[in-house]
């Protein structure tokens, strides 16, 4: 029963497949597991901050100047970002001696055959927006944000980290006896000046820049008791992956009315300091606790933009490490109808499509899109 590939193929037969799928004779690796979650952080760190720019997100590039008369818009912004998961997929199919691609889920007792976990991954995320005008120069500030589940009890306002554990609370879940938690923080600001106001002709032009914060987790873990053997045992098993993501961005967009419709279209580029920290287990131990038969365990990081965007040489010339920033390219187009509007947005990470293109591989292009429904007063 000391068998280490035994307990690993038992492991994941009994704690890791979603229903009663049969599994034999497969060796679990460790390594392949450690691989994959180091690829897929390197894709959040890169996914993340394009992710973010779906925050408050207007179809009118200005929205005007509180004088003479109040400008004050509100709603919300609900995105997704397409992103390689791969690297994940990789990881649970290592922890699981491949059953990924072959689980058969039981959800409210109803067997579903053929699920498997996607190749990509759409990464939501949502928003509340808030937009003021300016006061006399044509400007406008935008602030947005949205967390999980917080909860503003038992806090302790001379201790800060107590309001930071307060608006960091996960959603828990159970699925067919797999426990999981998923967190999620975000808040944005930005400013944008008008450059020209439009013409029959020309279109609205604004230039801005602001700050993004986003910060989430997602854990997967699975406890249980069996028997192998004769011997009776507990097994638990866990992955987990957490992101933490500041994003510095500068923003030229234009926007036309064509009646009640909007076309608009812009450019961004970012500049992001992203850290994505990754860890798994695996321990089967004897009923009472008093015999470990097997255990095994992993966890690493992933940072992103821990260097400088520009370096000044002792000559006085600037070098800019592009590198460091993330082109983006959106085009949209939107509905006003009085007060209300709504509009739809793509945008294009343009640094991925010359990875893309360089690796010859079309899944490191990372593209986003987004829904925003807003009142403007």
């Not at 800019?320 to 109808?337: M, R, S, T, W």
């Amino acid at each position: 029963m000391n068998n280490k590939k035994t307990i690993a193929a038992l492991l994941a037969a009994a704690s890791l497949t979603f229903g009663t799928t049969a599994f034999a004779d497969s060796a679990f690796d460790g390594e392949a597991v450690s691989e994959g979650l180091n690829s897929f952080a390197t894709t959040v760190n890169t996914a993340v901050p394009d992710a973010a720019t779906m925050q408050n997100v207007w179809s009118n590039a200005f929205i005007g100047t509180i004088y003479p008369g109040l400008k004050f818009g509100f709603g919300a912004s609900f995105g997704g970002t397409l992103i390689d998961f791969s690297g994940f997929k990789s990881a649970a199919d290592a922890l699981t001696g491949g059953m990924v691609s072959e689980m058969t889920p039981t959800i409210a007792g109803y067997e579903i055959q053929g699920f498997k976990l996607p190749d990509k991954f759409l990464l939501p995320t949502a928003s509340v927006d808030l937009r003021i005008g300016g006061l006399i120069l044509p400007f406008d500030i935008g602030i947005s944000g949205m967390v999980t589940a917080p909860s503003f009890k038992n806090i302790d306002y001379s201790d800060p980290a107590t309001l930071a554990e307060s608006i960091s609370n996960s959603w828990e879940w159970n699925l067919s006896n797999f426990n999981g938690s998923v967190s999620y923080t975000a808040i944005g600001l930005d400013l944008r000046y008008c450059l020209y106001e439009g013409s029959l002709i020309v279109p609205k032009i604004s230039l801005g820049g602001g700050y993004y914060y986003i910060n989430g987790s997602f854990a997967v873990n699975r406890n249980e008791a069996g028997e192998y053997e004769g011997v009776k045992y507990n097994s638990e098993a866990a992955l987990g992956l957490s992101y933490n993501t500041n994003v510095y961005f500068a923003n030229l967009q234009l926007s036309k009315n064509f009646g009640i419709v909007e076309v608009f279209l812009g450019g961004r580029a970012l500049y992001a300091r992203s850290a994505s920290d990754w860890s798994w287990k695996y321990e089967v131990t004897s009923e009472d606790g008093s015999t470990t038969y097997s255990t095994d365990s992993d966890s690493g990081s992933v940072t992103k933009g821990e260097g400088k965007i520009y370096t000044t040489n002792e000559d006085g010339t600037v070098t800019v490490d592009v590198n460091a920033i993330q082109p983006q390219l959106y085009l949209g187009l939107g509905g006003n109808f009085g007060i209300f509007s709504v509009s739809f947005n793509v945008c294009a990470d343009l640094g991925t499509i010359q990875a893309a293109a360089a690796a010859n591989d079309a899944s490191q292009f990372i593209w986003s899109g987004g829904l925003n429904v807003h009142v403007t007063l």
